[in-house]
């Protein structure tokens, strides 16, 4: 049982690249989130799904897109990477948001850009 | 606003002894409550759950409390060891978005 899968696991951009960083889970999970991880910030939410086809902002979402075309993948878009971006990113998952469940994390993706 | 603080930011012990990492929150209305641990440039794994509606939960040497009303949870490790040494974070889940809001986390060395 793979859990949260993301990848890569480490990117350099340039400043203007777009990249999309990959997150799979094998649990069946109906609740897919992405945070950021920066020192003295913590994690901030950027964008979530309920479910297929469901997709919400979170409390930082400039900068990045999300599409939710199965239950299984969530993939994270950034658009047009800036410095401020340079951070460490999480997936994470849990049954479903209205259930009082366990939320699993992925093993991050640290994205630098230059 | 929900706001969560972690107390103390880092600590240092011994091998073998307990200790008690503290949370606090603001505002009572949380789902549930999620200790995590996250070892350096690695990801965060879940440690134990505690909803709402109940008081502590156990997972082999840790032990986890809450108590909605004053807005404190602890974690309870009992006879530790250099392999605890992570940073701890908790984190509470408020509100219909699922967002997870996290503390800074206390940062825990086990000297052998």
């Known amino acids: 049982n793979a859990g949260v899968t993301q990848t890569p696991k480490f990117q350099v951009l340039k400043t203007g690249q777009s990249m999309t960083l990959q997150c799979a889970q094998d649990?069946?999970?109906?609740?897919m989130s992405w945070y950021r991880q920066d020192p003295g910030m913590g994690l901030r939410l950027i964008h979530y799904?309920?479910?297929?086809?469901?997709?919400d902002q979170g409390e930082v979402p400039n900068g990045y897109n999300v599409s939710r075309s199965t239950t299984e993948d969530f993939p994270l878009r950034l658009l047009s990477a800036a410095p401020s971006q340079t951070s460490v990113y999480f997936c994470?998952?849990?049954?479903?948001?209205?259930?009082?469940?366990?939320?699993?994390f992925g093993q991050g993706t640290r994205l630098t850009v230059v | 606003k929900q706001e969560v603080t972690q107390i103390p930011a880092a600590l240092s012990v011994p091998e073998g002894e307990n200790l008690v990492l503290n949370c606090s929150f603001t505002?009572?209305?949380?789902?549930?409550l999620q200790w995590f641990r996250q070892d350096p440039g690695k990801g965060l794994t879940s440690l134990l759950l505690?909803?709402?509606?109940?008081r502590e939960q156990t997972s082999g040497r840790l032990n986890a409390s809450l108590d909605k009303s004053s807005g404190r949870s602890t974690l309870y490790i009992a006879a530790s060891q250099p392999g605890d040494s992570a940073t701890y974070l908790c984190?509470?889940?408020?509100?219909?978005?699922?967002?997870?809001?996290f503390g800074q986390g206390t940062t825990l060395q086990v000297k052998p």
């Open positions: 505690i909803q709402s509606s109940q």
């Open positions: 505002d009572s209305a949380i789902y549930n």
């Open positions: 799904s309920v479910g297929a086809g469901i997709t």
């Open positions: 984190a509470v889940r408020a509100g219909n978005t699922g967002k997870l809001i």
């Open positions: 994470a998952s849990s049954y479903r948001l209205t259930a009082n469940t366990e939320a699993f």
């Open positions: 649990m069946n999970h109906e609740y």
